[in-house]
């Protein structure tokens, strides 16, 4: 939807001539390292050309007007400054509540209410973030409708802090901070441990990653997310009895083989053991794209995939059967699912050439197996959260 229809769509719905701001900020992909990040290893995020828009307008009194055009059966939903805490019909809206909220509490002075108009483009459930999307379009829309001074990696921390303890979804910081963080054309390899980041390049001549949308919808807080998380507490508790480590990001294959042992749930080990190996295979990928074998980060891709079938148990029919028909065609590097899990996306490498009958072969496979359509977007690595100029 072009920014002009947006602004006409905000003046209707607000019934004002208010002037309003347009604010962008991506959705984003994982190209290896899951469920790595609350267990203090790596990830490798990207964030993408497509998103959450958010527009804007301050408002002479306290009160906070949301709406989605997305969701237009919610229609307004109204609160104010004094009122910020989580509602349960306030369904969406609670992720701008929560940045409002939490930026408050941070001493950022927010006297003013507003009216807020989103649009997003990022598939729903799909497991490209939206959520943290909707977190950092706020965080930057509150930082300029304000002019207030906000440290970028401080938003981020308040977006996660929304996550974790205003929705309790007992996430990691790589969703905030790929998108808070991203860079055009490049990946970050980041170190959940001590947000130690590092841009990598994305050199795609001849490929393209194409997002495999599985349409199965995944609720992050009702899945099993914060289970699998428990579970590696409980295995790191284990393996600290003879090693001083803080998180399972610390180990190296090595160590955790000759250490395994002091696991004595066999379900904990499996979660353990993905833990350490997945990260490890992250750290392998920034090697391989520096040196731009891109077959070699396929390979880490499938190996990815893998574990987190068998020892993470989070893929399930859905994305299993995208993935094995991506591996089956011709032109492909490598395929894995991305995000928690649980349904939602996966992403493949792909030659530009083989790109069109990849997406017809493998939605042929997945629609004869599972019953329905699957959805497919090349993806293009774009911008981290930020304020639009009036050209775009």
Known sequence: MK??????????????????????SPGRINLI????????????????????????????????????????????????????????KHDWAN??????????????????????????????GAGLSSSASIELATGVLIQELFGLSIDRIEMIKLGQKVENQ???????????????????DHAILLDCNTLAYKYAPIMLENHFIIVMNTNKQRTLAGSKYNER????????????????????????????EEHKHLITD???????????????????????????????????????????KDDYEVTGLELDTIVQAAWEQEGVLGARMTGAGFGGCAIAIVEKDKAEDFQKNVNSIYREKVGYEATFYTATIGDGAKELSEEC
């Open 266 to 308: 066999e379900i904990h080990r499996k979660r353990a053991r993905h833990a350490v190996y997945e990260n490890a295979r992250t750290l392998k990928a920034l090697e391989k794209l520096e040196q731009q074998d891109l077959e070699g980060f396929g390979n880490l891709m499938n190996e990815s995939h893998i574990s987190l």
């Open 166 to 184: 205003y929705i309790g979804v007992n996430s990691g910081i790589m969703d905030q901070f790929a998108i808070g963080m991203g860079k055009k």
């Open 33 to 88: 390292g899951e469920h790595t990040d609350y267990n203090g290893g790596h990830v490798f995020p990207a964030s993408l050309s497509f998103g959450t828009y958010a527009l804007a307008a301050q408002r002479d009194d306290r009160k906070l007007r949301f709406y989605s055009l997305n969701f237009p059966d919610a229609g307004i939903i109204e609160t104010d400054l004094d009122y910020l805490g989580y509602a349960e």
């Open 95 to 124: 992720y701008p509540k929560g940045m409002f909220l939490y930026m408050k509490e941070a001493g950022y002075e927010v006297e003013n209410g507003a009216d807020i108009l989103f649009y997003g483009n990022i598939p729903n």
């Open 3 to 24: 920014t002009e229809n947006l602004k006409l769509a905000f003046q209707e719905t607000f019934n004002t001539a208010a002037a309003s701001r347009t604010f962008f």
């Open 229 to 256: 998380r428990a579970q590696c507490e409980a295995a790191l508790t284990h393996l600290q009895k003879e090693l001083n480590v803080a998180s399972l990001g610390e180990l190296k294959p090595a160590q955790f």
